[in-house]
């Protein structure tokens, strides 16, 4: 039946690993066009390394140049991605086609390619061959989707800022996909010349990648079979279209780009989210108690100091945000930081945890020290944990897989071992699982946890972040305003719960206008204003601080304070 | 060589007004329009069937061919962009509806005229020449190089002067904001896709004009310049694209005296490289790096 259709069939494939070199971008958050040039790198090296003899007299050569080619794309993507991923978005989009087009240009007026003239090779691809490579590659993205690289992926994809605080490497991870596609990409190129016999400088353009691209979004990029999915597709329209009778060369660019169109704006995950199963409520899975003990090890003794700065301060031009802060932390303490907007406080936390890079002074953070921008994971990795004022949660990925992706730093990379099904994958993720549910029940969220961050209320969205930010089992945990839009009721739960963390042994930092709150949850507590500490100490000294209700509560008598 | 760099001018000046409408979206709503260049097409090809069937004259016809442009921009607006607002993969998503917005439209014009290029019918525009200190220019590389300068200079009066600029220039600012102080903004993003997309498919005639014919791929090309122009200008900056235009004409024109026009490609991506990599926002742009 299937025969006369191998050309086609084959086709598919080679469609379909063109467009995993942009799935791995794409669900890492990545547009990166730049397939095109790596592909005509791999092509023409591979030519210079593919014998023109069946190897041991029986397999296809192409074997030597499928691995040189995933080599060459690789090496060539990682150099390239050196400068330009510091660039995100179209930035990084125009500046990897820019490459795409300069290797173009190159081979063109390059003597041993012959030009535009192209090569000519055997036809080495069979369609056997094809489909084995698409099946390793939709193999490798089945077992690394629900793997952590892939939730870190995801969590790179949806905010990397908030990613970076739960401890995932963002510029590696963003590297490692841009390699990934370097490599794809590589093989397409290999396969690409050995299946068509031919190569020009042409064949690789950003017409091409424009295809791959297409593919890539029409199959989608959310699940692992979306490429081969989008390659099918693409290629049964012209079939089809041949059997209506419809043969004129525009029916097909015309049909594909309606077909795109819907596909972008009625269904965003592409044809393959059509074969998603509904999102089911993720079934509870419990800790052991060894996990549990586990999980609490390496917790600094109460008392003893986790934190300290001194002299911290963050100047923007001539805007001075914070100015000489000093500030010690104990562990197992709950430290209040109030002041008025503007006071400087979320600028701190952001020096505490690694976003932002002090101007003057120094301190260290669970033995890491401030300074290094980029490098919020390694305060993650330490212990430290955050939310954040205006929630950054992962608004693609459900409120259980939010959480899950807080457990990035309690568990061991599984991408590896579950592609070898090796049992001690199953025990990680196990641990992942169980450590948020535990969170995840902790916040009282476990009947919605099925439901994406969007659709749940603003109350909900602030347990959320505390889930997932509890999920890292941090020892210093600091909260940014968390009480922001909760009602009282609301607010007496959440301060509750922060009265739970400290019975555990987690050193909390809030910041928050909710005085009260404040004042009734912290055991120490400092206030901000223009950049400054102006007080610190008891809740109770510092509610009748003369200097602190002036400058923030406000009260023009210095007697008691109506919060007190 | 100065015949070169004269060549350079007329060339650059199509960019510079090819660029200008894809920098004007991006700057003011963020949303790269790889539909621009399909429109650019449809402009060419619209202006050559309307001189072949009416023979209208050049002065009527463009501003034909740029009310056309303006109501595929429209359409362009309502189809691919508006239904994505607000959505999580908003600007991605953008991306993708318009390379399939352009992909149909750049279908349906072959549908309608084939595979083979079209061309003005000959006489179409006087073959006049003039030479000034030794460089010959043609009468339709003066008028091309004076409107398109004409057209820059409106352009950046209209939005640095009129109500429309102003009101383009709150949204480009805050969306949230321009409509809370009674900006209608939904009006000003189909005017903004409107005036990029009739200065869009004037540079189309303008170009085909100076090639003579048109083809599908006209658009193309000058695809991936339209992107070296803005991001040498940088994203957004509508002077800057104008400049960038010129110097890219200018380097093109010099690297072919210099080396060989198949070299021709490299100096635009290798420049565009390079100020991407050291200076990201662009050596005229003063813009923040904007994230999709």
């Not at chain 1, 084995?132 to 790179?156: C, D, E, K, Q």
């Not at chain 1, 979306?226 to 059997?243: I, T």
Request: aromatic share 8%.
């Amino acid at each position: 039946m299937l025969a006369g259709y191998d050309t086609l069939i084959t086709t598919v494939a080679l469609g379909a690993i063109l467009a995993y070199s942009f799935y791995v971008v794409l669900m890492a958050g990545q547009l990166s066009l730049g397939q095109a040039g790596f592909a005509s790198l791999a092509a023409y090296t591979s030519t210079l390394v593919v014998p023109t003899e069946p190897l041991f007299g029986s397999l296809s050569p192409v074997l030597i140049g499928i691995p040189v080619g995933a080599l060459v794309g690789g090496a060539a993507a990682f150099v390239l991605g050196l400068p330009v991923l510091r660039l995100r978005g179209v930035f990084l989009a125009i500046a990897t086609i820019a490459f795409g087009e300069m290797v173009r240009v190159f081979m063109t007026n390059a003597e041993w390619t012959r030009g535009a003239l192209g090569m000519r090779l055997d036809k080495w691809v069979t369609i056997d061959l094809a489909w084995i490579v698409v099946a390793v590659l939709a193999y490798l993205f089945w077992r690394l989707g629900p793997s952590r690289t892939g939730r870190a992926f995801a969590a790179v994809r949806e905010d990397e800022l908030a990613a970076g605080s739960m401890g995932v490497d963002v510029v590696r991870t963003r590297m490692a996909s841009f390699v990934g596609s370097g490599m794809i990409a590589g093989v397409y190129g290999v396969m690409f010349a050995y299946f068509f016999g031919r190569i020009t400088p042409g064949s690789f353009d950003f017409g091409l990648m424009m295809d791959g691209l297409v593919t890539a979004v029409l199959g989608g990029y959310l699940v692992f079979f979306g490429p081969v999915l989008g390659a099918g597709f693409l290629s049964a329209v012209p079939e089809g279209l041949d059997a209506t009778g419809l043969e004129a060369g525009w029916v097909y660019p015309f049909f594909t780009g309606l077909l795109l169109l819907a596909v972008i704006l009625f269904l965003p995950g592409g044809l393959s989210s059509l074969f998603l199963r509904r999102r089911r409520r993720p079934k509870p899975v419990e800790l052991t108690d060894a996990e549990r003990a586990g999980l609490f090890a390496g917790y600094s003794e109460p008392g003893t100091e986790i934190a300290r700065v001194r002299g911290l301060g963050k100047s923007y031009g001539a805007v001075q945000a914070v100015r000489s802060v000093d500030l010690e932390l104990k562990s197992g303490e709950i430290l209040g930081v109030i002041g008025p907007n503007g006071a400087g406080k979320t600028t701190l936390i952001n020096m505490l945890s690694g976003l932002e890079p002090p101007t003057s002074g120094e301190g260290e953070v669970l033995d890491v020290k401030l300074g290094q921008t980029g490098r919020s994971h390694r305060f993650a990795r330490a212990g430290v944990s955050r939310t954040f004022q205006h929630s950054k949660l992962f608004n693609r990925l459900s409120a259980f897989e939010n959480v899950l992706v807080g457990t990035h730093v309690k568990v061991k990379g599984t991408f590896l071992k579950r592609l070898l099904w090796l049992p001690s994958a199953r025990r990680e993720e196990h641990l992942a699982l169980a450590v948020a549910w535990e969170q995840i029940r902790r916040v009282g969220l476990e009947d919605r946890a099925h439901l994406r961050p969007g659709s749940l209320s603003y109350g909900d969205q602030r347990r959320l972040e505390i889930a997932r930010a509890l999920a890292s089992y941090p020892e210093l945990l600091i909260l940014d305003e968390p009480a922001a839009g909760m009602n009282h009721v609301e607010a007496g739960e959440l301060a509750e719960l922060i009265g739970s963390l400290a019975a555990d042994g987690i050193t909390v930092l809030l910041i928050e206008h909710n005085v009260k709150m404040v004042l009734d949850t912290c055991t120490r507590v400092v206030v901000m204003n223009f950049g400054e500490v102006i007080a610190s100490g008891e809740p109770r000294e510092v509610a009748t601080d003369p200097k602190v209700v002036e400058a923030y509560l406000g009260a023009e008598d210095t007697g008691e304070s109506q919060y007190v | 060589m100065l015949q070169q760099l004269a060549n350079g001018v007329f060339s650059g000046a199509i960019y510079a007004l090819f660029a200008i409408g894809f920098t004007l979206v991006f700057g003011i709503l963020r949303h790269l329009n790889l539909a621009h260049a399909a429109i650019f097409t449809a402009g060419a090809f619209v202006g050559i069937e309307l001189a072949t069937r009416s023979g209208i004259p050049l002065w009527l016809l463009l501003p034909i061919v740029a009310a056309a442009g303006g109501i595929a921009g429209v359409l362009l607006e309502r189809v691919a962009f508006r239904p994505l607002a607000g959505r999580d993969d908003e600007h991605f998503a953008g991306l993708i509806s318009s390379v399939a917005f352009g992909s149909v439209l750049i279908a349906l014009l072959q549908a309608r005229y084939g595979t083979e290029p079209q061309s003005f019918p000959s006489g179409y525009f006087p073959n006049q020449l003039y030479e000034i200190a030794g460089v010959r220019v043609t009468l339709v590389q003066l008028l091309t190089l004076g409107l398109a300068l004409a057209l820059m200079l409106g352009l950046a009066w209209l939005v640095s002067k009129s109500s429309l600029g102003r009101s383009m220039r709150a949204v480009a600012e805050n969306p949230t904001a321009a409509r809370v102080v009674g900006v209608n903004v939904g009006r000003v993003t189909a005017g903004t896709y409107a005036l990029s997309s009739s200065l869009g498919a004037v540079a189309g005639v303008l170009l085909s004009i100076n090639l003579g014919q048109a083809n599908r791929d006209l658009g193309l090309s000058i695809e991936l310049i339209g992107f070296a122009v803005i991001i040498l200008g940088g994203l957004g900056s509508l002077w800057g694209a104008m400049a960038a235009g010129l110097i890219l004409g200018l380097a093109e024109a010099l690297t072919i005296h210099l080396f060989d026009s198949t070299w021709k490609g490299l100096v635009a991506f290798a420049l565009l490289f390079a100020v991407l990599v050291l200076r990201p926002k662009g050596l005229f742009g003063s813009v923040r790096v904007r994230e999709v």
